[in-house]
């Protein structure tokens, strides 16, 4: 149901605001592409999420778990989760955003072009991850009967 509202989303971020209001750039896919150009590059987008949270929450339940052999603190297995699953959905990441805009994945799959600007992302994400994931490990353990 946000797919559309995520492609309006790309297309301004790309365009710095050029292209017009958010309704406008609306409006205008849905008449040059119809109704599936409302959800181009949907399904990279799920491609994209769905591993990215598999992994932050694998990698952090074994990092925080006391028994496992490679336990730290919860704040940085947090931030080491964020750390892995960045790596692992920044690639998917750009393909979304590039098909998003009109280009096919032959034209957006360049190796070299995937992990542009991956470690801004990376800097970006494992304090967020380290301080959400953390805080709820923190915040569960006090609650725990």
């Known amino acids: 149901m946000t797919a559309p509202l995520e492609r309006v989303r790309i ?85 979304r955003t590039r098909m998003s805009m009109g280009n096919t994945l032959l034209e957006s799959f360049r190796v070299r072009c995937l992990f542009s600007g991956c470690f801004l992302t990376v800097i970006e994400t494992m304090p967020y991850a380290g301080l959400s994931l953390g805080t709820y490990a923190y915040l569960t353990s006090d609650w725990q009967v």
């Open 11 to 95: 297309v301004r971020q790309a365009t710095r605001g050029e292209s017009g209001s958010s309704l406008a750039i609306l409006t205008r896919i849905f008449k040059v592409e119809g109704w599936p150009g409302l959800w181009r590059g949907h399904a990279v987008n799920l491609s994209r999420v769905i591993p990215s949270y598999a992994v932050r929450l694998s990698v952090f339940g074994t990092l925080s778990d006391a028994r496992s052999p490679f336990f730290v603190n919860p704040f940085l297995a947090g931030s080491l989760s964020g750390l892995a699953s960045s790596l692992v959905s920044y690639p998917l990441d750009v393909l």
